[in-house]
């Protein structure tokens, strides 16, 4: 039995004329693959939340995200832009982010686009952004255009502050929510409180040792525990570190109990959300990344631009606005979703070529997009220097309709046939070649690079949350 109530969101067989001005809810799930919720044919039932959504609404099948970590994917998903116009991304040299004993190698988000927040703030709306991610502090710049715009310690501690902003109802509202459980360390929780015993020292799990943590929160997996040592996804990547079978299965059950207990999350913000007289506004719910579970040699995101990071969940739900129970397997990318609240909340959205609003697919779900779908991994100075190989260099994504072509930066290429092999697990480059030239020179200009702007400075106390986060070196 459920330990909490599914919410729903009203739903109607004709679509009526809707209200003027629907409040909207965009909530990220930090981090969550899609292969991993169960409305995606996950085995475990890790998001029957997010399945009651789907379920009021249209969920989408096929979603790329333009990057593989929250700077430049959040940046995408507030412009409708992609990673190399808007410029929020891995950078080499001084510029970026400047930091007293480490640096984030990353350039902030253009200043001249013109964000989410500021066209919903423009129309009249108030604006939030509540996250327990800490990139999305205000002062990174991320986050522009919203009138409040808070970070906060833990996933549950965003709620009573939502509540709160869910009471005021004289002015309609955006709401952008990030939950970031499921991003590492991952702790046990009552999903998984039974793999407790098989993290103790006598255990003999010696391969989690070095990344186990217990303190006041309970035991947890932790990629990087201590200054000096290597994280488990340097450790692991580079060799030193052997996870055998059994710690694999292990390190996903742990990620899917994060993902319940983020589940529940989502549970208690859309019964705060029905509560206030919201149900019949606009709810979007998707990720920004997924995550390595160890799959391809890899652990945790960034830098490389595989299913297991970019393949992320999307479902939108707007009664009177879309219909309820669609699945639309047209692919799409993560920016759509700027055109498309403000398409849905009756504003009318500035031109964006790298997006495409998804209303029409919701009654033609197999209409299809005009824009390939393209990503992109820069290269991460500080684990190209200490661990090299593959992060030497960066990538680019080109897909065309059932085909991907993976490019690196300084050479090599990989192609994928997606038909017979959606996982993009055979490269057939070298039996395709013509197939390979022929995406070559249709993504040869798809990656126009903009002016990153200035840096930014950051305030002592963010920094050391984001070096805690493991996001800063030194």
């Known amino acids: 039995m459920l330990p909490w109530l599914l919410v729903t969101l009203a739903c109607t067989e004709e679509l009526p004329d809707p209200p003027p001005r629907p409040d909207v809810l965009l909530v990220v799930l930090d981090t969550v693959r899609a292969d991993h919720?169960?409305?995606?044919?996950?085995?475990?039932?890790?998001?029957?939340?997010?399945?009651?959504?789907?379920?009021?609404?249209?969920?989408?099948?096929?979603?790329?995200?333009?990057?593989?970590?929250?700077?430049?994917?959040?940046?995408?998903?507030?412009?409708?832009?992609?990673?190399?116009?808007?410029?929020?991304?891995?950078?080499?040299?001084?510029t970026g982010l400047p930091l007293s004993g480490g640096h984030l190698h990353a350039a902030p988000m253009r200043e001249d686009l013109e964000t989410l927040a500021e066209a919903f703030a423009a129309a009249g709306y108030r604006t939030a952004s509540l996250s327990a991610n800490q990139l999305l502090a205000p002062e990174l710049g991320l986050t522009r255009g919203f009138e409040v715009a808070e970070t906060f310690a833990d996933d549950s501690d965003i709620l009573p502050r939502a509540r709160a902003l869910l009471r005021q109802d004289d002015e309609p509202l955006f709401l952008f929510v990030n939950f970031y459980g499921a991003h590492a360390p991952w702790f046990i929780t009552e999903a998984t409180r039974p793999l407790a015993a098989q993290l103790h020292p006598q255990a003999g799990q010696e391969w989690v040792l070095p990344y186990v943590i217990a303190d006041g929160g309970g035991v947890h997996v932790h990629q990087k525990p201590s200054p000096g040592q290597p994280s488990a996804f340097e450790a692991y990547v580079s060799g030193e570190l052997e996870i055998p079978p059994d710690g694999k299965r292990l390190i996903r059950r742990l990620y899917d109990g994060e993902l319940r207990r983020v589940d529940q999350m989502l549970n208690q913000l859309l019964k705060a959300w029905n509560a206030s007289g919201r149900g019949a506004g606009v709810v979007a719910v998707t990720s920004d990344h997924g995550e390595y579970l160890g799959e391809r040699g890899l652990l945790a995101h960034c830098r490389t631009l595989y299913p297991e990071v970019l393949r992320i969940p999307l479902?939108?739900?707007?009664?009177?606005?879309?219909?309820?129970?669609?699945?639309?397997?047209?692919?799409?990318?993560?920016?759509?979703?700027?055109?498309?609240?403000?398409?849905?909340?009756?504003?009318?959205p500035r031109p964006r070529p790298e997006a495409d609003s998804l209303v029409p697919l919701a009654s033609d779900p197999d209409a299809p997009l005009n824009a390939p779908i393209k990503a992109a991994a820069w290269r991460d100075p500080n684990l190209a220097k200490r661990v090299g190989g593959r992060f030497e260099q960066g990538y680019r994504l080109f897909r065309d309709a059932d085909e991907a072509l993976i490019l690196g930066m300084t050479g090599g290429e990989e192609y994928y046939a997606l038909a017979e092999d959606p996982g993009m697990n055979q490269d057939l480059a070298a039996q395709r070649p013509e197939r390979v030239e022929a995406l070559r020179a249709e993504a040869a200009r798809g990656y126009p690079e903009a002016e990153t702007s200035g840096p930014v400075e950051v305030s002592a106390e963010t920094l050391e949350v984001l070096r805690a986060m493991g996001y800063i070196d030194g």
């Open 37 to 94: 919720l169960s409305a995606y044919g996950h085995t475990r039932a890790t998001s029957p939340q997010f399945d009651a959504i789907a379920a009021s609404g249209v969920l989408f099948e096929d979603v790329t995200a333009p990057a593989s970590w929250t700077w430049p994917s959040h940046a995408s998903l507030f412009t409708g832009t992609a990673p190399w116009t808007h410029g929020a991304h891995f950078v080499e040299g001084d």
């Open 315 to 348: 479902v939108l739900a707007a009664p009177g606005r879309l219909p309820a129970g669609v699945r639309v397997e047209t692919p799409v990318q993560l920016q759509d979703l700027h055109p498309t609240l403000l398409e849905l909340a009756g504003l009318a």
